[in-house]
């Protein structure tokens, strides 16, 4: 159970056009998802808390109107990356809030890979 | 600011048990210990969690010390697909401290 899908796994674009990434949550309703950045050789950094039939909350130095979330339902939040360039590329992975006997967990997708050229 | 510290890396023999210790001294008393990790190029999995019992499931065991202010993850019988950067995090369970902050993590290479 608590499984995250993302799609697509790995998408290449040109600089200047647009890339939206979904994460579902396949067998739990999730309230809050959360999309998180990697670079290479680096840790997990949270771009945003997105939280279900609301607007999305950022972190310091993530810009709002270029990185749009969407979460529309209890199963979907979409990140659209807008007029991207080539220092957009990066590792983009989403989670699942899960909660269970009162616990919250989160469960991450497998990831979205962006090479803007 | 990542309020645990782990050892950059470590080596464990194929088939023996690893131990990954992490230091939490500044761990509040509503603040559970969550280990995830993440397999190169992949998202982070998650492993296991506790507050201040020692818990275990059929991947791994979480040692917590008395205090609180360290844990150890455990995995019984290591094999080559445990090789991994393995997290471990504090958080609370409610309120606006319920994001996951990542710190640099253990790189655990298991060897043949």
């Known amino acids: 159970g608590a499984v995250v899908s993302q799609h697509p796994s790995r998408v290449i674009c040109k600089s200047g056009t647009s890339v939206k990434i979904e994460c579902r949550s396949l067998?739990?309703?999730?309230?809050?998802m959360f999309w998180y950045r990697q670079f290479p050789k680096q840790s997990l950094m949270l771009m945003a808390t997105?939280?279900?039939?609301?607007?999305?909350?950022?972190e310091q130095g993530v810009e709002k109107d270029k990185f749009l979330i969407n979460h529309a339902s209890l199963t979907l939040s979409t990140l659209t990356v807008t007029s991207a360039h080539p220092e957009d590329s990066s590792f983009y992975i989403c989670s699942a809030s899960f909660r269970l006997a009162g616990i919250e967990t989160q469960y991450f997708g497998p990831g979205t890979r962006l090479l803007v050229l | 600011d990542a309020k645990t510290t782990q050892p950059p890396s470590m080596d464990c023999a194929e088939g023996r048990a690893a131990n990954l210790p992490c230091n939490h001294s500044?761990?509040?008393?509503?603040?559970?210990v969550y280990w995830y990790r993440q397999i190169h190029s992949q998202g982070p999995q998650y492993i296991i969690h506790?507050?201040?019992n020692n818990e275990t499931n059929e991947m791994a065991s979480l040692i917590i010390t008395e205090d609180r202010k360290s844990s150890t993850l455990i995995l019984p019988h290591a094999t080559l697909r445990d090789t991994a950067v393995y997290y471990c995090?504090?958080?609370?369970?409610?309120?606006?401290?319920?994001?996951?902050?990542f710190g640099s993590g253990t790189q655990l290479t298991v060897l043949p």
């Open positions: 997105s939280n279900e039939g609301s607007k999305a909350t950022y």
């Open positions: 067998d739990f309703q999730a309230t809050t």
């Open positions: 995090i504090v958080r609370a369970n409610s309120g606006s401290a319920r994001q996951l902050t």
């Open positions: 500044t761990i509040s008393g509503n603040e559970y």
């Open positions: 506790g507050l201040k």
